[in-house]
């Protein structure tokens, strides 16, 4: 990944969005896999070769579900 640091907070009406670009002479395709919501969209690019690196970042996306699922368990009724 280039540099870039940022933050933002995922909120339940986020939405995501793959839009995949064909290769074309004397260029690689890629992909772009978009999450957004109302002001701001992060879009990440991955070129072919970069799979494995999208499947890291699912398996990371489900694991911190996972973690919001428990907390969601213990936490106290109304708590956010």
Request: net charge negative; glycine share 8%; aromatic share 4%.
């Given at each position: ?24 002479p004397g260029e690689d395709g890629f992909v ?26 699912a398996r990371a996306a489900e694991e911190a ?12 009724e109304g708590a956010a």
């Amino acid at each position: 990944m280039r540099t870039l640091t940022t933050s933002a907070h995922l909120e339940p009406d986020t939405t995501t969005r793959v839009n995949v670009f064909a290769p074309t002479p004397g260029e690689d395709g890629f992909v772009s896999l978009r999450v957004g919501g109302e002001f701001i969209d992060v879009a990440l690019i991955a070129q072919p070769g970069c799979a494995d690196a999208l499947r890291a970042l699912a398996r990371a996306a489900e694991e911190a579900a996972v973690a919001l699922d428990c907390i969601a368990e213990i936490a106290p009724e109304g708590a956010a």
